[in-house]
């Protein structure tokens, strides 16, 4: 129940801004696995700008993303939290109705504990890396499915660091 209302209130959070609403907008959803037996879900909103380098190979265009977070774990040990991370995609043969594309990202996260199941991160405040994979295809590309690698790390900023990583897949949606 917990996790159905965080979700809800996400998305009306999300729906009310009207940037969320813009061209080269895509609102995600994930699922993921995560270490020590946690699934990890994600809702997030990405916003894709004018490339950077345009070729008949494919673009190379900076993102941001925005992400609410939850941790499923073991009993009522449960987790939530947020990110905001800039990143790049590298998208091939952007002429066609099936493209597939690389991307990176890095940014902060906050998480309302220090510690998701038996990984002690050593603070609340961390930062969030990630790989995908994934392919875009429908009506003018507005469909993306992905498998994606997050890594949550305080990046030696305290003496504990255990990190977190989760390995999933995620559908969006363009506007």
């Known amino acids: 129940m917990k996790l159905k209302t ?17 061209a080269n907008t895509e609102v995600r959803l994930g699922v993921a696995k995560g ?21 008949t190979l ?7 993303e925005l992400a609410a977070h939850f941790w499923d774990g073991d009993g009522d040990d449960n987790v939530w939290g947020g990110s905001i991370a800039p990143g790049l995609r ?3 043969f ?36 990630q790989g995908v994979v994934g392919v875009e295809f429908g009506e003018s590309n507005r469909h993306r499915i992905q498998g994606e690698y997050n890594y949550f790390s305080n990046w030696g900023i305290s003496n ?7 390995v999933g897949a995620s559908y969006s949606f363009s506007f």
């Open 6 to 22: 965080f979700f809800l209130a996400v998305g009306f959070l999300l729906a009310l801004n009207s940037a969320a609403l813009a």
């Open 35 to 55: 270490e020590s037996d946690t699934t990890a879900y994600s809702l997030s909103v990405l916003q894709r700008y004018e490339p950077l380098v345009a070729g």
């Open 58 to 64: 494919g673009e190379l265009a900076p993102t941001a």
């Open 90 to 92: 590298f998208t091939m």
């Open 94 to 129: 952007t002429d066609g109705s099936f493209n597939p594309y690389l991307g990176a990202s890095v940014g902060a996260a906050a998480l309302s504990d220090d510690t998701i199941s038996n990984r002690d991160l050593g603070s609340h405040v961390l930062f969030k890396s």
């Open 160 to 166: 504990t660091n255990d990190g977190y990583s989760t």
